[in-house]
């Protein structure tokens, strides 16, 4: 695992950006993993922003998310497919046909997941997944005690990552109790991967995925488990280490 830290979030936010950027100027039909959540807001940004300098096209690219609410329509305003046409999709020159993120409208939840699973083995796997973490280390929806095999399928949200991702909803009651995640397994497949981690709040579980056992309790120190695995942190982030 590479550890890589910034003395700014922006620095860090940049570095992540540059290097998805980097992968799709390697590999023009690379297939990306793709988060949301508010870590990755500025990762878009900047992504579409260094998209447009340098002149690169997407339009060969395929994209696989982590996650998606289960419950939520596509046009839900608080989905995740919402988040990435209004941040990424509809900014640069991806084909939205070649974009996915499972389904949350489905009726059976048990097939999407299959389904998914199969439509990432179809287009060759994934090369970069990106990631975030959550305060309780979780890593898509893939809470604490997750198998670390685990593989698409539904979680049960905590209640601490329901109210973190509160402010995306107008009630707090009104964010989803459940959610289809990539499992860790999934997750693991992936050529590369990188983490992004910015501020205090995460510095807990930073430490705990990059210095603790493998444990389910900490479902992001599956990470360590994986041949090409970058963290990037800004300092206060980082803060936590030994
Ligand atoms: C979202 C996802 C989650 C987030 C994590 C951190 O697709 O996979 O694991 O990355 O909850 O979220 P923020 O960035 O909002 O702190």
């Known amino acids: 695992m590479k550890v890589l830290i910034f003395p700014t979030a922006s620095e860090a936010i940049a570095s992540v950006a540059d ?4 992968e799709v100027k390697r590999k023009a039909s690379a297939v990306l993993g793709l988060a ?7 990762v878009y940004d900047r ?21 998606e609410y289960w419950g939520l329509p596509p046009d839900h305003p608080a989905s995740y497919h919402t988040y990435m046409r209004e941040r990424l999709f509809e900014r640069i ?3 939205l046909a070649n974009t996915r993120l499972p389904r949350g409208d489905r009726t059976d939840a048990a097939a999407e997941c299959r389904a998914y699973e ?25 809470e604490p005690t997750s198998s670390l095999a685990s593989r698409t399928r539904v979680k049960t949200l905590t209640e601490a990552t329901r109210q973190a991702n509160a402010a995306f909803f107008d009630r707090p009651e ?36 990059i210095e603790g ?13 994986h041949g090409d695995m970058t963290m990037v942190l800004d300092r206060e982030a980082a803060v936590g280490l030994t």
């Open 93 to 95: 020159d991806i084909k």
């Open 36 to 42: 949301t959540g508010g870590t990755m807001e500025a």
């Open 174 to 209: 009104h964010v989803p109790p459940c959610a289809l995640t990539m499992g860790i397994g999934t997750i693991l497949d992936a050529r590369a991967c990188v983490l992004l981690a910015i501020g205090s709040a995460k510095s807990a579980a930073v430490a705990k995925a």
């Open 118 to 142: 199969a439509a990432i083995a179809n287009a060759g796997g994934i090369d970069l997944q990106l990631l975030g973490i959550g305060r309780n280390g979780h890593i898509g929806f893939n």
């Open 213 to 225: 056992p493998v444990a389910a309790t900490c479902p992001a120190s599956a990470l360590q488990l």
């Open 47 to 67: 992504l579409v922003l260094r998209a447009q300098v340098d002149d690169v096209s997407f339009a060969n690219v395929k994209s696989f998310n982590l996650d």
């Open 19 to 22: 290097r998805v950027l980097d």
